[in-house]
Each structure stands twice: as structure tokens, then as C-alpha cells.
């Protein structure tokens, strides 16, 4: 962490058994550790304070923590959330229908609404469509 004058702290990141797993030590200036930073991914992550700046060599985590508090939990996945790539609502209402947007707007094809509603034939049909127009035009 740094601001325009000094190093205000460090966070070391700590590679873990687990691809989801996430787990690091927050250091101040002077190089002590004064947070412990853990969760995964895709479900949350918290810190403790450190509470014995004694860090154990092998792992590099500090020994004694205080209370974890949450910083960040996942949202609940949408229903049939796998049928959507494994999209998060957000990632799913990205691309809803907007009739703000311009004529051109990848949204208005009617291809990829037959696609998002799991109608991959129909919506290869319209592709080919298309394809066959713009390269007529």
C-alpha cells in the first residue's frame, strides 16, 4: 500500500493448497504483521488482527489472530445459474434488452436473444442469417 510519499504497508499473498483459497499477512511499515487476511474466492474473505507478531516459518502466517471480520462475501448464485455459464446475476443482467442503446447494439441481435433463451438452433439460424446479409451488403 502505497500513497505519494511512503510505504504505508505490505500485503503478502501466500500460495495454498486450494486454487480458491486465499490467504496473506497485511505488514506495516516497520515490518510487523498486523492483519491476517484469509477465505476463497468465490465464497468470501476476512481478517483478524494479529495478536503475536510471531509469524510461523513455514507457512509465513502469523501464530495468534483476534476476531475475523468479514470484507467481502459472493452473492448468491441465480437460480439455474449453470444453464448461464456459471454467470452471476450481475454478469447475467449485463446484457438484458435496453432500448436506450444504439441500433447497432450487439443486445438488439435477434441471435443472441434466441441464444441467452437457450435456443442454440434457432439462434444459429439467425447467425447465419446475418452473416449471409452483411456479406451480401
Request: include cysteine.
Amino acid at each position: 500500500m502505497l500513497n505519494a510519499t511512503a510505504i504505508h504497508g505490505l500485503l503478502l499473498l501466500v500460495k495454498c493448497s486450494s486454487v480458491h483459497q486465499v490467504t496473506g499477512t497485511v505488514y506495516d511499515r516497520n515490518r510487523l504483521p498486523r492483519y491476517s487476511v484469509s477465505g476463497t474466492w468465490d465464497a468470501g474473505v476476512s481478517y483478524s488482527e494479529v495478536l503475536d507478531s510471531k509469524i510461523e516459518r513455514k507457512t509465513h502466517v502469523p501464530c495468534k489472530f483476534g476476531e475475523a471480520t468479514a470484507v467481502w462475501t459472493a452473492n448468491r448464485v441465480p437460480p439455474s445459474f449453470e444453464a448461464k455459464y456459471n454467470f452471476t446475476q450481475f454478469t447475467c443482467c449485463l446484457n438484458e434488452e435496453d432500448d436506450s442503446v444504439a441500433p447497432t447494439d450487439t443486445r438488439r441481435r435477434p441471435d443472441q436473444r434466441m441464444m441467452e433463451s437457450g435456443n442454440f438452433d434457432k439462434a444459429n439460424e439467425l447467425k447465419v442469417l446475418l452473416e449471409e446479409k452483411q456479406v451480401g451488403a
